[in-house]
């Protein structure tokens, strides 16, 4: 795991509500660049996928945002969705509104570093496209490790930041890190916590994790006895 930059709380709360208004998360779903639009579509099929092979009657989805992944969880499941940004909460809030969306969802502003659930309360966890965004992506695993049950199962999405950057550069795209990713995580960093790999997959190709763009993992919880 590489720290990408120095950040203050106070910084990184910045940065986060800029992006967040400036881009939101579900914009990528619908981006006019054809590259960056078939990637967040193919990332979308493959969560849904793992998604539809699992047994589950609760969910954590772990930053969020605006309610991406929420389309993706079966509608007689509890669902739940925490994020460190009171704008993404609110953007949620409103399509859920807007579309008159009444699937059982509760929806909490809190740190990824410590979740307001008591300990095995999920079946499944969604971790996706967020770690690289945290200011402890470690403790926060290990909250996700937590509060969900053992022998559950949770759907981690990690950007490969070296090629990301290739990416910007080819395509334009300044400054060619992210200003809101703090880390650059692989996926060795989340086998220490979780071992028990179950599926892993990469976009554009299921190639070695170093040469994805895009690695998703399914990993099965484990809590040590």
Request: charged share 30%.
């Amino acid at each position: 795991m590489k720290k990408l930059v120095e950040i203050d709380s106070k910084k990184f709360y910045e940065i986060n509500e800029l992006v967040v208004r400036t881009t939101p998360m579900r914009t990528h779903y619908h981006s006019k660049n054809i590259l960056e639009r078939w990637v967040w579509q193919r990332k979308k099929k493959i969560i849904i996928n793992l998604l539809d092979n699992l047994s589950y009657n609760s969910i954590i989805d772990v930053g969020c945002a605006d309610g991406g992944l929420f389309e993706l969880v079966k509608e007689n499941c509890d669902y739940t969705g925490v994020d460190i940004s009171p704008t993404q909460i609110a953007y949620f809030k409103r399509i859920l509104k807007e579309n008159k969306i009444t699937n059982k969802a509760e929806l909490i502003k809190a740190d990824a570093r410590k979740m307001p659930f008591k300990n095995r309360k999920f079946d499944v966890a969604l971790a996706c496209d967020v770690l690289e965004h945290l200011l402890d992506p470690i403790k926060s695993m290990r909250e996700i490790k937590r509060v969900v049950k053992n022998g559950g199962y949770v759907i981690f999405s990690i950007p490969n930041e070296s090629l990301f950057q290739l990416v910007r550069l080819l395509t334009g795209r300044f400054p060619l890190r992210s200003p809101d990713h703090l880390y650059s995580i692989t996926v060795e960093d989340i086998k220490q916590h979780f071992p028990k790999i179950i599926k892993q997959f990469g976009i554009p190709l299921n190639l070695s994790p170093n040469l994805n763009l895009i690695n998703i993992l399914l990993v099965k919880n484990e809590h040590r006895r």
